[in-house]
Structures are given as structure tokens and as C-alpha cells.
């Protein structure tokens, strides 16, 4: 009964705030069993989930994101290093239904060149304050304007090593 009573324990969605993920593993594997447990426990999405942080070798794709957008509504913190199976268009969705995210961590994800929402009218803005795009060898002039663009109220903004940035790009950062 001890066991018992301290799975359930373990698997109170209320207490899961944060995912963080390390070493060689599938990250969609893990955060599909992950948050189906959860999901199976609360019968609804896993809406205190707010950061998931992958590091160390655990690789996340497109599917995972998916997997994030449909299972954690209110998430605030995204942080998945080198993975380069994510792409624009995935995460351009995954920033666009996640209307609470601040924190944007995908150094080394190299097919990213852009984050751009595109409304007809140009009125929706995104809330990030902390994007890291260090190592994304995509991310280009035009990208890094539509960026800026999109995200009025950044404060941390990393482009270490973008090797595809031209002096020109510096006056958009202004």
C-alpha cells in the first residue's frame, strides 16, 4: 500500500511544473510517456506543466513539439539544444499556440532560420523576453528582422556563432 500510495504520489500532475530531460534518449518518447501518465491521472492536459528543458544529447523533433503544443497549454519555457530535426514550420506553430512562452532556448538547432507569425493585420506580438539561438546556422538577415519584429518585449537575445548574419543585421537588434 506504501507503493501505492507514493506512485500516486509521484504522479500528481500538480506537482509537475517542470519536465527536464538529459542524456542519449528519445525525447518524444519520453515526454509521450511522460505526459500520457500525467494526462491519465488528471483526465485533462497537463496544464502545470510550464518548462521543459531537454539537454545533454536528448533530442526532441517536430512530433515532440507537437506533442507540447496539444499536452501543455500554459508553458512558459522551452529549452531543446541540438536538435536538428525541429523545423521552422513546427516550431513557428509551437510559438504561435503557446501564448504564455518567454523563454526560447534552440541553440543548435539548425534548420531554424525564422520565427515569424503572420497575421493579416500584424497585431499579434509574441511575449518572449529570452531567445537563444546560438548555433543556428540557418538564421539569416531577413529572419533575424522578422524576429525582432515579432517579439517587442525581449530583453536577453543570443546569437552566438550565426554565421549566416552580416553586419547589416545589427541594425534591426537596435
Known amino acids: 500500500t506504501v507503493c501505492r500510495r507514493f506512485e500516486k504520489l509521484i504522479w500528481d500532475p500538480a506537482l509537475w511544473k517542470i519536465i527536464a530531460l538529459k542524456g542519449e534518449v528519445s525525447g518524444d518518447k519520453a515526454l509521450n510517456c511522460i505526459l500520457r501518465r500525467l494526462v491519465d491521472q488528471s483526465n485533462d492536459k497537463c496544464s502545470q506543466v510550464e518548462r521543459v528543458m531537454l539537454g545533454d544529447g536528448c533530442k526532441l523533433t517536430d512530433k515532440g513539439l507537437q506533442l507540447i503544443i496539444r499536452k501543455c497549454p500554459n508553458i512558459t519555457h522551452l529549452q531543446t539544444q541540438f536538435c536538428t530535426s525541429i523545423s521552422n514550420q513546427s516550431l513557428v506553430e509551437f510559438?504561435?499556440?503557446?501564448?504564455?512562452?518567454?523563454?526560447?532556448d534552440i541553440t543548435g538547432c539548425s534548420q531554424i532560420s525564422c520565427i515569424n507569425i503572420s497575421t493579416t493585420d500584424g497585431s499579434r506580438k509574441l511575449l518572449l523576453q529570452y531567445i537563444d539561438l546560438t548555433d543556428c546556422a540557418s538564421l539569416d538577415d531577413m529572419g533575424l528582422r522578422l524576429i525582432v519584429k515579432n517579439c517587442p518585449l525581449l530583453i536577453y537575445f543570443y546569437l552566438r556563432r550565426c554565421v549566416m548574419l552580416t553586419d547589416s543585421s545589427l541594425k534591426y537588434i537596435s
Not at 510559438?95 to 526560447?104: D, E, R, W
Open 95 to 104: 510559438v504561435s499556440k503557446s501564448t504564455n512562452l518567454q523563454h526560447l
